[in-house]
């Protein structure tokens, strides 16, 4: 074909079925993994990227502000717990964002009475702060001190003590309270 002799010997008959069926077999993981895959997905839906899953998961992040401060307060829970579900999905539930979405949803679950189901929220956004982000953050600083007010209120005075104090040296360090002055001031 190309004027090259064909220096290669012939694969034996044994070696070349051999072959196939390892490439038959790998095609069908494969197969099965992206059907899978696909049966997630709602009917109708085609499968997301994890960039359009980023950006659903911020549209819903709006939405649920938007929607809270217009006083639709179980349409800002829906909104505010669709982003987090999306967040997790997008980044394996570890990232800034997703620790943002979980404060925002326990906050409002907070705000409406659903004080238990608000609690693991921000434990866990605290969590996610703390193992992979670092504790410098206004965004921490707010789960902090969202969950110690929670604790308070649920008459848990030591734990609220602890989450408190954290809030208050970070909120110092970080000069929250001057900005927060600043701004209303």
Same mark, same amino acid.
Request: with cysteine.
């Given at each position: 074909? +190309?004027?090259?002799? +064909? =220096?290669? !010997?012939?694969?034996?008959? !044994?070696?070349?079925?051999?072959?196939?069926?390892?490439?038959?077999?790998?095609? *069908?993981?494969?197969?099965?993994? &992206? $059907?899978?895959?696909? #049966?997630?997905?709602?009917?109708? *839906? =085609?499968?997301? =990227?994890?960039?359009?899953?980023?950006?659903?998961? %911020?549209?819903?992040? &709006?939405?649920? @502000?938007?929607?809270?401060?217009?006083?639709?307060? %179980? /349409?800002? @829970?829906?909104?505010a717990k669709r982003?987090?579900?999306?967040?997790?999905?997008? %980044?394996?539930?570890?990232?800034?964002?997703? &620790?943002? /979405?979980? $404060?925002?949803? /326990?906050?409002?679950y907070d705000f =409406?009475?659903?004080? +238990?189901? *608000?609690?693991?929220?921000?434990?866990?956004? @605290? $969590?996610?702060?703390?193992?992979?982000?670092?504790?410098?953050?206004? #965004?921490?600083? %707010? &789960?902090?001190?969202?969950?110690?007010?929670?604790?308070?209120?649920? !008459?848990? #005075? #030591?734990?609220?003590?602890?989450?408190?104090?954290?809030?208050?040296?970070?909120?110092?360090?970080?000069?929250?309270?001057?900005?927060?002055?600043? !701004?209303?001031?």
């Amino acid at each position: 074909m +190309n004027g090259l002799p +064909n =220096t290669r !010997k012939p694969m034996p008959m !044994k070696k070349l079925a051999l072959a196939a069926c390892l490439i038959v077999y790998q095609s *069908a993981q494969l197969y099965a993994q &992206a $059907s899978q895959a696909w #049966d997630a997905q709602p009917l109708g *839906a =085609t499968p997301q =990227t994890s960039a359009s899953v980023l950006e659903e998961a %911020d549209n819903q992040r &709006a939405a649920a @502000v938007k929607l809270f401060g217009e006083s639709k307060y %179980d /349409a800002a @829970v829906a909104a505010a717990k669709r982003a987090a579900e999306l967040f997790e999905q997008a %980044d394996g539930g570890e990232s800034a964002e997703t &620790a943002k /979405a979980l $404060s925002l949803l /326990a906050y409002y679950y907070d705000f =409406t009475g659903q004080v +238990n189901q *608000a609690e693991p929220l921000f434990r866990r956004a @605290v $969590s996610i702060w703390e193992k992979k982000h670092g504790a410098e953050s206004v #965004d921490y600083f %707010d &789960a902090l001190r969202r969950y110690a007010s929670l604790l308070h209120r649920k !008459k848990r #005075d #030591d734990a609220a003590e602890k989450f408190g104090r954290r809030a208050s040296e970070l909120g110092a360090r970080l000069k929250v309270w001057e900005h927060a002055t600043a !701004k209303t001031g």
